[in-house]
């Protein structure tokens, strides 16, 4: 199992570990670096990821450099590795929401966390923290958007399942929305597309996804097309008479469905 790393942005990393027996064609687990004076670390792993991981990231910088780390929500492989970087890396600091803080991270990590309400500048980058409650899932997710670069830590978000290349310019919302249909993953409701529309508003022109290929080019416009499909997903659901119905358009958690 390796950790591959790659430059998808200016100083911003991509640190990635196929997982080739995962159904049904294998899944990438992504963290990114993002190398500043105060080097941020966007998600840690699952726990047996660490030692992969970690290797990536003193590939990149000292480890003792480390002094930000942060994830989306709170799961597994965005955060289980979360007190063994606080452990590797004596200065680093968990930076999240208030809400999150508040919720979780205050109990879970091992050293006090810091509650960011707007902008962390790392030096060489302006990370901006954006509330997307429930989008994909969970109360806290909140991305982060490099001011700097037009970056969008963009979380779970065009979740894809294989192993494509590091960067891309070719579109991600059917091979997403084929993922959504494997995996059901996203909290379907009345502010889902909506929220995608407000990071659209950020016009990204790149998109740091935590599982799939990075994407290079007209951000925007991908996620506009991303709450394309969720609309069309969830007025389907909603119209839905309990028939039989595709497994890709219609989650099966859905009551009567």
């Not at 290929?213 to 969720?230: M, V």
């Amino acid at each position: 199992m390796e950790t591959r790393i790659d430059e998808i942005a200016p100083d911003i990393f991509r640190l990635s570990t196929f997982i080739a027996d995962m159904p049904p064609a294998g899944f990438t687990f992504n963290q990114f670096l993002v190398r500043g004076d105060e080097p941020f670390l966007f998600h840690t792993g699952q726990k047996q990821l660490f030692p992969n991981v970690s290797d990536a990231v003193r590939r990149l910088i000292d480890i003792d450099r480390l002094r930000w780390i942060s994830f989306a929500h709170l799961e597994a492989d965005e955060m289980g590795a979360m007190n063994l970087f606080l452990g590797a890396a004596p200065h680093a600091t968990v930076a999240h929401s208030p809400l999150a803080c508040d919720l979780s991270v205050d109990d879970l990590a091992d050293r006090p966390p810091v509650a960011v309400t707007d902008v962390l500048d790392i030096g060489g980058h302006r990370l901006r923290q954006v509330p997307t409650p429930h989008v994909p899932h969970n109360w806290e997710s909140a991305l982060w958007f490099d001011e700097t670069t037009y970056t969008l830590l963009a979380g779970d978000l065009f979740t894809a399942v294989g192993d494509g290349p590091a960067l891309t310019s070719d579109d991600l919302v059917d091979a997403a929305m084929t993922g959504e249909g494997t995996f059901h993953y996203t909290s379907l409701g009345p502010a889902t597309a909506p929220t995608i529309r407000g990071l659209a508003d950020l016009e990204p022109a790149v998109l740091a996804c935590m599982h799939g290929s990075s994407f290079q080019g007209d951000g925007g416009r991908q996620l506009r097309d991303l709450a394309t499909a969720y609309d069309d997903l969830v007025e389907r659901v909603r119209r839905s008479t309990g028939g039989p119905q595709d497994a890709v358009t219609v989650p099966a958690t859905v009551p009567g469905v």
